[in-house]
C-alpha cells in the first residue's frame, strides 16, 4: 500500500452512516445504525488505496464509536474528530484545525485536503472556509441541496459514497 497525498475528511451522518436507521439509548448515545449504501466498501477502498481518512463529525463520541465499530469500519480512520470533545460544531474552524493537527498536517498542506460531507451549511461552508476540496454528498433527503450561499458552493457533487472513489483518485494524479 503507497501512502497517497491526498488526506480525505469524511462526515458520518447520512455520508457514511443512514441517520434513519440510528437507534439512540435514552441519553441519546447511538447504540447501532446501518451504513448509507456502498460507504462501508468505499471507505475499506479508500484506505486499502493508501488515503488517510480522518472522521469530522458532529455529535457525541460514544455515538461514532459505537456506528464505525458495529459496521466494521473504525479502523480505517487515523482520527475521529468530535464535536462533543472538541466542544465547537463544523463549521467552526476548530473542527478542521484538530482533524489537521491530528494527522500533522499544517497550513501548507490544505490544498491536498478534501472534505466530503452532506450538510451545505456545515460541512461544505467549513471547507471552504478552510480552502479544502468540498465535496458534497448530496444521498440523503433529508438535507437542503442548494447553496444558500457563495460559501455553500462545493467543488465536486457526488450522489452515491462509491462516486468518491473515482474522484479521490483523480484528485490525487492532480497532486
Known amino acids: 500500500m503507497d501512502c497517497k497525498k491526498l488526506v480525505i475528511f469524511l462526515d458520518s451522518g447520512d455520508t457514511l452512516i443512514d441517520e434513519s436507521t440510528e437507534v439512540r439509548d435514552k441519553a441519546g448515545i447511538v447504540q447501532r445504525a446501518q451504513m448509507v449504501p456502498g460507504a462501508y466498501k468505499t471507505v475499506r477502498t479508500l ?8 472522521l469530522v463529525a458532529d455529535g457525541e463520541f460514544l ?8 459496521n466494521g469500519m473504525y479502523q480505517y480512520f487515523s482520527a475521529l474528530i468530535v464535536s462533543e470533545i472538541i466542544r465547537a ?5 476548530r473542527m478542521f484545525q484538530a482533524a489537521m493537527g491530528a494527522v500533522n498536517l499544517g497550513d501548507h498542506d490544505r490544498g491536498r485536503i478534501v472534505m466530503v460531507g452532506n450538510n451545505l451549511s456545515r460541512d461544505i461552508r467549513g471547507a471552504n472556509q478552510m480552502g ?10 433529508r438535507y437542503p441541496k442548494e447553496p444558500a450561499n457563495e460559501l455553500e458552493k462545493p467543488n465536486y457533487v457526488l450522489h452515491t459514497p462509491p462516486d468518491l472513489l473515482a474522484l479521490a483518485d483523480r484528485l490525487e494524479r492532480k497532486l
Not at 63 to 70: E, G, I
Open 89 to 93: 460544531r463544523k463549521p467552526d474552524p
Open 63 to 70: 455515538s461514532f464509536q459505537h456506528s464505525l465499530t458495529q
Open 47 to 54: 484506505a486499502e488505496r493508501g488515503y488517510t481518512l480522518v
Open 132 to 141: 479544502f476540496t468540498s465535496v458534497f454528498l448530496d444521498w440523503s433527503p
